[in-house]
């Protein structure tokens, strides 16, 4: 694939101190465009830009939309690498199909990502934590309100320099299990990356925040009595000496962070197992003092644990509120990998 690169007359001054989390771009983005019939062309890398586009747009009526997050990592040698992209390539074209939006050969797909970190990698923070974000996104771009198949979207990517997500310490988070909304069930859109996930869940999320919880633990759209992830992150737990997370059931997005600790896991010897979940169990776990250990995982946090967990009024403490054994050793596991300091042994890690 031919990407045309106009590089931009003016480069921005790069930030190196609190950066936080989304909030600086570098100097370009990666833009291509999809015409039904035509299929995806004009690949680019441009200056950074506000996006023009018309106001009857299918995004911004019908939610066409949907989004990949990965971490391009400087290692000790001063290079640049990424962390298991093919997968958020995969992830990204399930998602489109579940949302109707054109799918893009995978080896396009990864190209695009390649070739745009490798023009921003003097972006690439040096600190320690530190990681240029990525985000692909893709949404449907039809200039008619009618509703109707997709013939025109846009696929983008966009690059942020961010803080390491635990600026001070691993710190245990407090998460809320949400008896009333709901965030997907199966046959719907839980297992896409798409934005109105996320909107469907902000509800939730800002009532968590003002009871003065991280994040909320979501439960099935059905019987309301599984578990399924929290805000943006898989949740994994040991119970009674057995890793346990809820399985993949169509509701849940699937986490590369997930799978790759599953692999991990089992490429130990430890007792893991995909099932479903039940708050009963959970609450018995809790209760009985068999909840060894509870931490969510994502891209962004690696691991976080969770220290407290709220449900129907009553608040359960995990493991003194301290990150356990197991947590630990995942958290160091995997950033070991990713910022090389690791033999990847599993061969995840793609060079730039
Ligand atoms: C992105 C995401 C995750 C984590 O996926 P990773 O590939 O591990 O980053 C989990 N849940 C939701 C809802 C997500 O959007």
New binding site residues.
């Given amino acids: 694939m031919e990407i045309k690169f106009t590089k931009t007359t003016a480069p921005k001054e790069k930030q190196t101190k609190n950066l936080g989390f989304g909030k600086v771009f570098t100097d370009h983005m990666f833009v291509m465009d999809y015409e039904r019939g035509k299929g995806w062309s004009n690949a680019r890398i441009v200056p950074f830009e506000n996006l023009s586009l018309h106001p009857a747009a299918t995004v911004f009526h019908y939610g066409a939309e949907i989004f990949e ?2 971490k391009a990592y400087r290692i000790a040698d001063g290079s640049v690498q990424l962390f298991r992209p093919i ?2 390539v995969r ?1 990204m074209n399930n998602s489109a199909e579940r949302l109707g939006l054109p799918q893009m050969p995978e080896e396009d797909m990864l190209s695009a990502i390649l070739e745009f970190v490798k023009v921003e990698q003097d972006w690439v923070p040096h600190g320690e934590g530190e990681s240029l974000y990525l985000r692909p996104f893709m949404f449907g771009n039809d200039e008619h309100l009618g509703v109707h198949s997709i013939n025109n979207a846009k696929f983008l990517i966009i690059a942020s320099p961010s803080g390491s997500y635990y600026q001070e310490g691993i710190n245990p988070v407090k998460i809320m299990i949400e008896d009333q909304d709901v ?1 997907a069930v199966r046959g719907g859109t839980g297992y896409a ?1 798409c934005g109105g ?2 909107a469907a869940a902000t509800r939730a999320g800002e009532k968590a925040e003002k009871l003065g919880f991280t994040q909320v633990l979501w439960l099935d759209g059905v019987e309301r009595k599984y578990i399924e ?1 929290v ?4 949740v994994m737990m040991k119970i009674n000496g057995e890793i346990v997370t809820p399985m993949l059931s169509g509701s ?2 699937p ?4 799978k790759s600790i599953i692999e991990l896991l089992k490429s130990k010897g430890y007792p893991v197992s995909e099932r479903k979940i039940s708050i009963d169990e959970i609450i018995d776990a809790l209760e009985n003092g068999k909840m060894e250990e509870f931490w969510g ?4 946090a690696v691991v976080s644990p969770v220290g407290e967990l709220y449900y129907e009024g009553k608040t359960y403490i995990i493991n003194d509120n301290k990150i356990g054994e197991t947590t630990q050793m995942l958290y160091d596991t995997l950033t070991d990998i990713q910022w090389g300091r690791a033999e990847d042994k599993f061969g995840w890690i793609t060079k730039i």
């Fill in positions: 997050g990965l997968e958020n992830r965030r990356k996930n996320y992830e805000g943006a992150m898989n849940i997005l986490g590369i962070t997930r995982c994502g891209t962004a």
